[in-house]
């Protein structure tokens, strides 16, 4: 599967930003979806993942209750709608998917595939 990630910019603390990333090449609802997210200096990080229907999410400490994860099954396409935005959200963030997954919350080594990732600047 491939996937082309959208959607990043360069936000003010406390706004908002939605994440978009549409797949092709495979058929999308048989994929475990997730976002990750990578600051500078600093390991490749979960923060949020959705299951294949799309009826069970998990989320990073960081992310709950400001970032919502969800996908369209009609459009191939996984979304990440962000909240409250605080400068230590400042990151490439990637989707990812894997298509043997059992959990919705799960470590860059389970991913098989990622997008190319886009960058989400909050400024202060």
């Known amino acids: 599967v491939q996937l082309q990630a959208s959607g990043g910019g360069l936000v003010q603390v406390g706004g908002s930003l939605g994440l978009s990333c549409a797949a092709s090449g495979a058929p999308f609802r048989d994929y475990v979806m997730g976002w990750f997210r990578q600051a500078p200096g600093k390991e490749r990080e979960f923060v949020a993942g959705i299951s294949r229907g799309g009826g069970s999410t998990d989320y990073a400490d960081s992310a709950k209750g400001r970032f919502t994860i969800y996908r369209d099954n009609a459009k191939n396409t996984v979304y990440l709608q962000m909240h409250s935005l605080r400068p230590e959200d400042t990151a490439v963030y990637y989707c990812?998917?894997?298509?043997?997954?059992?959990?919705?919350?799960?470590?860059?080594?389970?991913?098989?595939?990622w997008g190319q990732g886009t960058l989400v600047t909050v400024s202060s």
């Open positions: 990812a998917a894997d298509r043997f997954l059992r959990n919705t919350r799960f470590e860059p080594s389970d991913v098989s595939y």
